[in-house]
């Protein structure tokens, strides 16, 4: 029933008028450029370098644009090598300190089994 409402009072669903739109205005916009270029008051020598003058800016700021992004590509190369660099240096220190300190620990230890050893020693001569 409400598919013979929609279409007696001529109702489109929106999927279909959303494209119907797009159409229309890729229609429009195609058409606008073609008249445009037919009675556009200068003769097609001067619309075409007026076209070329055009297209060459727009390539210098395409070339500008690159050029801006390659620079601060190579800047955030540059920030994260620095800070890889920093975090290396760091842990470099941290293993070097946590290694010294390991190695203190083990001579403690050494230390304290020769105490042990030497008093299970004592312990054994007096027995």
Do not use: C, W
């Not at 429009?28 to 008249?35: L, Q």
């Not at 008051?41 to 075409?48: D, N």
């Not at 690159?66 to 920093?86: I, L, P, Q, S």
């Amino acid at each position: 029933m409400n598919k013979k409402l929609m279409d007696y009072f001529n109702v489109v669903e929106k999927p279909r008028s959303r494209s119907r739109v797009g159409i229309g205005l890729l229609t429009g916009v195609i058409a606008g450029g073609v008249a445009g270029l037919l009675f556009a008051p200068k003769a097609g020598k001067e619309t075409r370098a007026d076209l070329m003058a055009q297209a060459e800016i727009g390539i210098d700021k395409v070339k500008e644009a690159a050029e801006k992004v390659k620079d601060f590509a190579h800047d955030k190369v540059e920030d994260v090598k620095t800070g890889f660099e920093r975090t290396k240096d760091k842990a470099e220190d941290a293993f070097e300190k946590g290694k010294d300190k390991a190695a203190d620990a083990v001579a403690n230890a050494a230390g304290k089994v020769e105490d042990a050893a030497g008093h299970v020693k004592d312990e054994a001569k007096k027995a």
